[in-house]
């Protein structure tokens, strides 16, 4: 006669293995679902970890993964995988449906960052589902790490990378003066007399701040010390970064006045570089050091860390229920049912207005007289734009010109769009002086109001100029820059179009000339092209 007992325990044994490869199937399918559904958004932000800003960004998950793992056996001790989790993993299906539907969103929207932060929610969101609250609290930091593999959005980038090169160029201008030499700033532009170094946008210092935030995080994540020595630990890699991005231009230009342009570029200009992120790294760890010494505890430098290992005699993973819980289950089925949605959002494609080419943009308008200025092909290539004009007007015996720059996008999906003026100028050595919307009455838009437009105005030591703009965005003329961002969004969920433009006028000021002598070129003109723009920029 069998033994019943042996018998049962082959039963639950059977069992056991039946639901680990249940947990394993499931698992095989929401992951494929999980990637499929933000493929998109995924794509491009590893695509753009080619950038040095972002280089880290592919090892941000690997140690995610790690201090998670650290976790396994206070994860199991929550319950984690297990009913035990409650209504917690229930929750965790629902805040994972939101973050679901946010990247469903971004798809529609064709808005990559939405694509990305809708990724991290639905991450957030299956974890809840698995560890449930108490899991939840172990491993939150973890996936908070996340967040600093995702790209930060273009115009953001733009607009803290400008305010860099300008804070750094300051500085950097300020420790060549501390060597007696004599140099003068325009903008970003550091003249040494015989050379003239700008710090472009690759020296703003983000190449260096996005990695050290990550490791500042990472350390402070690590470091066994109080809340407030943590904080201090995370924020002050900013400071570091400015600072001593500041002082290696400095030192690239006190190098270039005493041996020449060589000192400022090829393998000498990238190996400063290295050198002065290690040093930002080494800096980070003498505050560690310093918070160790002086922390009222003796103690060694390396117990200041928390790097533990779990037990791995029950196997390198966290034990899972004998079968997949249900939170777990509805999880994986709304994420096979949101591939269904994401197939049918992408056999879409972005409608393409119809236009003509800004390339013959009339340079006769009225009595006004034009000359096409191309751009450099560098600043093409930053600017990322898919067409352009760039025309120096002037009506017949007045030298006063009128400078009109549009630029053109066919699509703003992948990142590619106008770059705000209030960015730029200041790169160019300009200072604003002031800026305020203001309606222009003798030009009337096809609803019949007044245009409306950033009036700007800029000086250069003794040179002023007046500064006309607006974003020429789908059939809207927009002067607020966030606006521009909605209306993005906006539109491309319900026309299926991103493409817009920026519009600029620039004009010159004579000295002891009243800046509303300079308007009336501007508005006169606006006149004459406003009309005509519409053919080029598509409503």
């Known amino acids: 006669m069998p033994d019943s007992t042996h018998f049962q325990s082959q039963q639950v044994s059977g069992a056991r293995g039946g639901g680990r490869i249940l ?44 201090l998670i793992w650290q976790k396994k056996d206070a994860l199991a001790a929550a319950g984690a995988g297990t009913p035990a989790i409650g209504a917690a993993g229930w929750l965790g299906t629902l805040v994972m449906a939101g973050g679901i539907f946010v990247g469903l969103v971004g798809e529609l929207s064709t808005i990559y960052l939405i694509i990305q932060y809708g990724f991290l929610m639905t991450i957030v969101g299956i974890a809840m589902t698995i560890v449930g609250f108490q899991g939840l609290k172990l491993i939150w930091a973890p996936l908070l790490y996340l967040v600093f593999m995702v790209p930060l959005p273009s115009f953001l980038y733009a607009n803290l990378s400008a305010e860099l090169q300008l804070i750094s160029s300051q500085l950097g201008v300020t420790f060549v003066r501390w060597f007696n030499i004599p140099v003068f700033l325009e903008g970003n532009v550091i003249d040494l007399g015989i050379y003239k170094l700008q710090v472009v946008e690759a020296c703003s210092g983000l190449r260096y701040l996005f990695p050290l935030m990550s490791f500042g995080y990472l350390a402070a994540y690590l470091y066994r010390g109080p809340v407030w020595h943590r904080l201090v630990l995370f924020l002050s890699t900013i400071p570091i970064t400015i600072i001593m991005n500041s002082f290696r231009i400095g030192v690239i230009g006190v190098a270039v006045d ?93 409608t393409v207005a119809q236009r003509a080419s800004l390339d013959a943009f009339p340079h006769h308008v009225g009595d006004w007289y034009g000359r096409g200025i191309p751009l450099e092909q560098e600043i093409v290539d930053a600017l990322k734009m898919t067409d352009y004009v760039n025309v120096n007007y002037a009506k017949a015996g007045d030298k006063m010109p009128v400078n009109l720059y549009a630029a053109y996008y066919a699509s703003q999906r992948k990142g590619e769009a106008v770059h705000s003026p209030r960015s730029c100028i200041p790169g160019g050595g300009w200072r604003i002086e002031s800026v305020e919307r203001q309606a222009v009455p003798d030009v009337t838009r096809a609803d019949g109001q007044a245009l409306e437009v950033n009036r700007v105005i800029i000086a250069k030591g003794p040179v002023r100029q007046v500064v006309y703009y607006w974003f020429a965005q789908r059939g809207r003329n927009l002067t607020n ?19 817009g433009a920026l519009v600029r006028l620039v004009t010159p000021v004579r000295p002891n000339e009243d800046t509303s002598i300079a308007d009336k070129r501007l508005v006169s003109l606006l006149k004459q092209i406003y009309p005509k723009i519409g053919r080029y920029i598509p409503a």
């Open 23 to 66: 947990w394993i199937l499931s698992a095989i399918l929401g992951a494929a679902a999980f990637a499929y559904i933000f493929r998109d958004g995924l794509i491009y932000m590893i695509e753009r970890w080619d950038q040095e800003e972002y280089s880290h960004g592919s090892l941000i998950p690997i140690i995610t993964l790690f």
């Open 258 to 350: 005493r041996w020449g342009i060589e000192m400022a570029e090829g393998a000498l200009h990238f190996f400063e570089g290295w050198v002065i992120f290690m040093a930002c790294v080494a800096i980070l760890f003498l505050e560690i050091w310093l918070f160790v010494r002086f922390a009222g505890r003796k103690r060694n430098f390396t117990d200041a860390f928390r790097i533990e290992l779990p037990d791995r005699g029950d196997g390198w993973l966290p034990k899972l229920s004998g079968t997949p819980t249900r939170p777990w289950l509805a999880a994986v089925a709304v994420l096979m049912l949101a591939t269904v949605g994401s197939v049918a959002i992408a056999q879409r494609t972005e």
């Open 481 to 499: 820059e966030y606006l521009v961002k909605w209306f993005l969004f906006w539109d491309g969920i319900t026309r299926n179009r991103t493409d």
